[in-house]
């Protein structure tokens, strides 16, 4: 987007290499030379985009005069550079895109004009599941199962990917998207054609999935946003925002040797969340950011989530013009990159220290082995407490009567020995490991078949037992136990294509194999890539064999055990678990391990880096000293420690240098948007509108514009409103937004039944995002939602004001639609704070809410509930439903609202409920916001400019 103003005079041309991009200035502006990186960033954005309206001289100077110390009360309007979306949560973007493209058509527009106006690119990966692995045939298999199951969204998706300009997507089997964005898609320096001219600015970027924020380590601003936002931004539309605080943090050092990437992000994070660095910007700056490869940046930056902040921002330095090298791009565009950074000031200078708000300061030396579990990723703990870690976890786990003695379950041969007795060669399986806490490796020394096994003699009581005995599907005898680890997976996004943490799986792996190491029989191995590339140096280096040799075949490329894709578990593992009701334990190298999303039969799950998690595959168990205790033994009867196996540093780094190359990034690339014979051969409907599908269950045109006139009608007050729910403080877009498995007997499990789908295949919510159907009959329906119209309920149940009688929150919905009322929810404190979901806003608004009346909002829901045309109002200051004497049951009427066709905005409304009258504050916070409202909503607004 090029500025229709230049306040500050800003726009010149910068020549690289005989070629002349027209750029905009940092230096133009007092005061920038003292930003941070990422403000910097900003305050192009503006500069470049500054209308007189939205963006306008005083958004540039607020910027520039920043004060590091104050807290955040600047609103601005940041114009990403592009938009990346993962399938999941960019398919309802596109069923929105489509949809549009009708409507304009019936308002008597160009369809075609409906185009994402900044570049689009969606990435399949949210979809494989590996529920095939340990043989050759897992990645076709899992593949095969894929495409059955999502067919109809990835036909929808290829006549997106040829019906709109600027919109791409990665086929499935690629590689996870933020994977794809750092090694391909990001263009570090964004140059665009605008008319005769091409312009240059920072590459920034928003994107459907929180962990977008893993290409802050490659120097593009960026950051995890919800449908509705994104859908936005794609429609040339800003994002409104806070100017940060903005978090410095120091680096110095290096890594000492056997520290991983993982073991730093896991440091990082812990430290963050003990500052606390929600809604804030974090920045790496100083002597040590030069020691810390592109690679280990972005796996730091991918944890923002976790850590809490809104991004996680590396500078640009020599490092990212090496792997723009090393990923295969264009001679010109890594020219662009330096010049462009040298001159505008974001070139990294270690010796200069900006404002910031706030700092730390981390030495990397001090950095030691560690995971974190089992059920928070900041919840780290180092390799050498895991142990006693882990078994004061366990009591969280473990009920009662199982803790102690010799209880085992119903049915084992009472001659077996309990827990922690030394057993004989024939017992070698039987043993077993109590689950274990947060953060620790784990390794009980169970040894190469044939050998004697050793483990630590802890009184029983510490290590209660529960051992199960279990018959394998090929027939044979083990025993799984309280703390066995029964998942390693090598997985998601954080680690699974950074060369130094994988090359070291590897040799780990090929060095456990040649002592004679196997991984345990209980344990289900997965190896799920970032990208194609992975695979490429692995088969170059020769190591493929020996990680299949310990069972980690390739299950898929996409993320799949972080997202709960973890698959199922083998038939007779899970029944035993089940049965015992047995607190086993997965191990990934992924970011997020939180109760019940890995899989619904694992208890604990712990974060750690791929080598330690092929250590536990070996080890079986949590409960080990990796340090201490033997992994096994080898063929002669000798302990195997895990310190025999791991690789040194400079091993590694020769296999990198030998097998890692840009040729093979240029391969995997090279074609990138074609995909396999099996996508190109899926039937795709043709031409500029969608042919909805009557039939389907995963794709359907939502009823955003039906009878949508071709101008605006004028905003009226809410007359005769209900209230469909009263909620109380930190109801977050979890609780509103319909996530997780689809329940049988849930208003959405019976729509689907009705629509001929068995219950095997309802799959999940994330899936069935482009069916507003189902999404609506989710809407306020998690199972922890406690709403105070129906006290001592749980769930998405209400109370029906027109016949008393509770029902479920869909239901009602449609019984008070079906009489024009309109209605009204009643919410506490901080409502809808957490991740920013679209259909948080979207289901509030199919069901017929009109106006929410909270005590604070949580700032982007607030945005997409005006997105939606949904009212967000405010109780008076120091008020409250409890202190203004409301219960809900009262008829809502609201005045004062249609001071927005004036071309105002009303500071407050007038509100009557019942006998109460109040006046609440109007949450319409921008003027673009209010544009959005008069038109009911964000797409109506876009749709209507575009029309002309």
Known sequence: MVASKDSFGARATLSVDGTDYDIYRLDAVEGSEKLPFSLKVLLENLLRTEDGADITADHVRAIANWDPNAEPDQEIQF?????????????????????????????????????????????????????????????????????????????FLRWGQGAFSDFKVVPPGTGIVHQVNIEHLARVVFPRQENDRVVAYPDTCVGTDSHTTMVNGLGVLGWGVGGIEAEAAMLGQPVSMLIPRVVGFKLTGELPDGATATDLVLTITEMLRQHGVVGKFVEFYGE?????????????????????????????????????????????????????????????????EPAFSEYLELDLATVVPSIAGPKRPQDRVAITEAKPAFRAALADYVQADQTGGDDRKPGVPAQEKPFGVESSVDEASAESFPASDPAAPSEHGNGAEGQP??????????????????????????????????????????????????????????????????????????????????????????????????????????????????GPLPEPVSQAVNEAD????????????????????VKMNYLASPPLVIAYALAGSMDVDLNNDPLGQDADGNDVFLRDIWPSPQEVQRVIDHAVSAEQFGRSYEDVFAGTEQWQNLPTPTGDTFAWDPESTYVRRPPYFEGMPAEPTPVQDITG????????????????????????????????????????DFNSYGSRRGNHEVMIRGTFANIRLRNQLVPGTEGGVTKNHLTGETTSIYEASQAYQEQGIPLVVLAGKEYGSGSSRDWAAKGTALLGVKAVIAESYERIHRSNLIGMGVLPLQFPAGQDRASLGLTGDEEFTITGITALNDGETPRTVKVRAGDVEFDATVRIDTPGEANYYRNGGIMQYVLRSLRG
């Open 721 to 760: 409103a209900r209230t469909l729910a009263v909620l109380g403080d930190s109801v977050t877009t979890d609780h509103i937004s319909p996530a997780g498995s689809i329940k049988a007997d849930s208003p959405a499990g019976q729509y689907l039944r009705e629509h001929g789908v068995e219950r095997r």
């Open 582 to 601: 047995l607190a086993v334990v997965s191990v990934l190298s992924g970011n997020r391990n939180f109760e019940g999303r890995i899989n619904p039969d």
């Open 288 to 352: 040590g950011v030069s020691a810390v490869p592109l690679a280990n940046r972005a796996t730091i930056g991918n944890m923002s989530p976790e850590f809490g902040s809104t991004a996680a921002m590396f500078p640009i330095d020599q490092e990212t013009i090496t792997y723009l090298q090393l990923t295969g791009r264009s001679q010109e565009q890594v020219a662009l990159v330096e010049a462009y950074a040298k001159e505008q000031g974001l070139w990294h200078d270690p010796s200069r």
């Open 79 to 155: 114009t990403p550079a592009r938009v990346v979306m993962q399938d999941f949560t960019g398919v309802p973007c596109i069923v929105d895109l489509a949809t549009m493209r009708e409507a304009m058509a019936e308002i008597g527009g160009d369809p075609q004009k409906i185009n994402p106006l900044a570049p689009a690119e969606l990435v399949i990966d949210h979809s494989v599941i590996a529920d095939v692995f340990g043989t050759p045939e897992s990645f076709e298999r899992n593949v095969e199962i894929e495409y059955q199951r999502n067919g109809e969204r990835y036909q």
């Open 453 to 566: 096994h050793h483990y630590d003699h802890a009184p029983v009581a510490e290590r209660p037992s529960k051992r199960t005995k279990v018959v394998m599907e090929d027939g044979t005898e083990t025993f799984v136990d309280h703390g066995h680890v029964v998942i390693a997976a090598i997985t998601s996004c954080t680690n699974t294509s950074n060369p130094q943490v994988m090359i070291g799986a590897a040799l780990l792996a090929k060095n456990a194999v040649e002592r004679g190491l196997t991984s345990k029989p209980w344990v289900k191995t997965t190896l799920a890539p970032g990208s194609k590339v992975v695979m490429d140096y692995y088969e170059k280096a020769e190591l493929t064999p020996y990680l299949e040799k310990l069972g980690f075949y390739l299950v898929g490329y996409g993320c799949t055990t972080c997202i709960g894709n973890s």
